[in-house]
């Protein structure tokens, strides 16, 4: 099965639920631009809104492009208007292509499907690493001091987001919401349990204890 993440902007016509075709797993995020991004863990595509809320979608485009997690993926822009401009200045920001708004979820499926995502991103990593600690996506692997790291498919998945965004602190909702699993609803406490699971197994491993809690704030992961 091959997944491709969608970034959204703004809300779809037709809903947000995940589409599955012949061997796609199309996974749908509204992301307002400037927020935290979610766990990336398939090819990345990204529909912007010509104009968002306090910024223009060319912003949002080049700061994807300038990241090194998004700088792979394919940028489609949402025109308000078939502006020829407009056109040429989505390209030149660093869009792959564009698309008259408003999108609805068949245009957008219909997009996708039309295309040829399944190939490795250019500049795309399946390999993470903080000091000892290693990531190895493809093969859902962690690693301290090259010694495999037991973890469950949550917990590996929350390390993961958590070594990509080292000395950012997330609480509960960010982190239920950055792993995915906001619908059916999470109880914000099982976060708890996945943090003291995803210790104890670093622990085990010789890595410490690199999760810190902030009172009242969240968690941390302070770079090794």
Known sequence: MHRI???????LDGGMAPFRHDDLNLVIHHWAGTADLPLIEGALWAFI??????????????????????????????????????R?????????????????????????LGANLLAPQPG??????????????????ARWKGKPIALMPNEFRLLRYFVEHPGRVFNRSQLILALGKQEPAVDERTVDVWI???????????????????????YVFDAV
Not at 101 to 111: F, K, S
Not at 124 to 131: D, E, I, L, P, V
Not at 196 to 217: D, E, F, H, M
């Open 5 to 11: 993440d969608i970034l959204l902007t703004s809300e």
């Open 49 to 86: 809104d010509w104009v968002l809320p306090g910024m223009a979608g060319l912003e949002v485009c080049g700061r994807l492009r300038c990241d090194p997690l998004t700088a792979g993926a394919h940028i489609t822009m949402v025109l308000e208007d078939d502006d020829v401009e407009d």
């Open 88 to 112: 040429k200045r989505a390209l030149r920001t660093g869009a792959d292509d564009y698309m008259m708004g408003p999108l609805t979820r068949t245009a957008l499926l219909d997009r996708i």
């Open 124 to 141: 795309a990593s399946t390999r993470f690493s903080q000091g000892d600690l290693t990531i190895d996506v493809a093969a859902f692997q």
């Open 196 to 218: 003291g699971r995803l210790r104890r197994a670093l622990k085990a491993a010789g890595a410490g204890n690199p999760l810190r809690t902030v009172r009242s704030l969240g």
